[in-house]
T-cell receptor, first 110, second 112 residues
């Protein structure tokens, strides 16, 4: 079966803009988690959605938000982009406690 | 793709050697642990997991050891191959919570 699909793969945005990233989980998986990966901080948990509801949230400012649709696809949004938001954003499709990751979206803020 | 290995501890080995990658976890309530491998330009891939009621688990060429007393986890890779070169992360989970907490990662470099 198809894996986790994240779009777009690469994105360049300007400070102050907003961005929306998309994730399609593995078919049948209802839980989606988002992580931010940077060289200095490693993988940090952003939030998790299950059946269209945010179930857990990490320690990120309110500029970071997300949602999940009835087909389990998820989007995350970052508003008022800052240079420090440049990172690889990873989506994980969850089966129990096991996470299956997509290839990520590489966001560069200039 | 851009490297995620900057600022990471690095383990360099020769092809055919055995590799041991270590991880210290933080939460004594964690009861499920996973090792992930991340190659350049890709997302992390599951390697092996272990629950806290075990102290050792073996897979194909990989073994995970868990020492709950000192909150330490290790990944052993037998007969390391150039294709094993990647960044390796340990992750911990607490029962009842579906989020994973990741370690900082170790870069493994295998020379032919």
């Amino acid at each position: 079966k198809a894996g986790v699909t994240q779009t777009p793969r690469y994105l360049i945005k300007t400070r102050g803009q907003q961005v929306t990233l998309s994730c399609s989980p593995i078919s049948g998986h209802r839980s989606v988690s988002w992580y931010q990966q940077t060289p200095g901080q490693g993988l940090q948990f952003l939030f998790e959605y299950f059946s269209e509801t945010q179930r857990n949230k990490g320690n990120f400012p309110g500029r970071f938000s997300g949602r999940q649709f009835s087909n389990s696809r998820s989007e995350m949004n970052v508003s008022t982009l800052e240079l420090g938001d440049s990172a690889l954003y990873l989506c994980a499709s969850m089966s129990g406690y096991e996470a299956f990751f997509g290839q990520g979206t590489r966001l560069t803020v200039v | 793709g851009e490297s995620v290995g900057l600022h990471l501890p690095t383990l360099s080995v020769q092809e055919g050697d055995n590799s041991i990658i270590n991880c210290a976890y933080s939460n004594s309530a964690s009861d499920y642990f996973i090792w992930y491998k991340q190659e350049s330009g890709k997302g992390p891939q599951f390697i092996i997991d272990i629950r806290s009621n075990m102290d050792k688990r073996q897979g194909q060429r990989v073994t995970v050891l868990l020492n709950k007393t000192v909150k330490h986890l290790s990944l052993q890779i037998a007969a390391t191959q150039p294709g094993d070169s990647a960044v390796y992360f340990c992750a911990e989970n607490i029962a009842g919570y579906s989020t994973l907490t990741f370690g900082k990662g170790t870069m493994l470099l295998v020379s032919p």
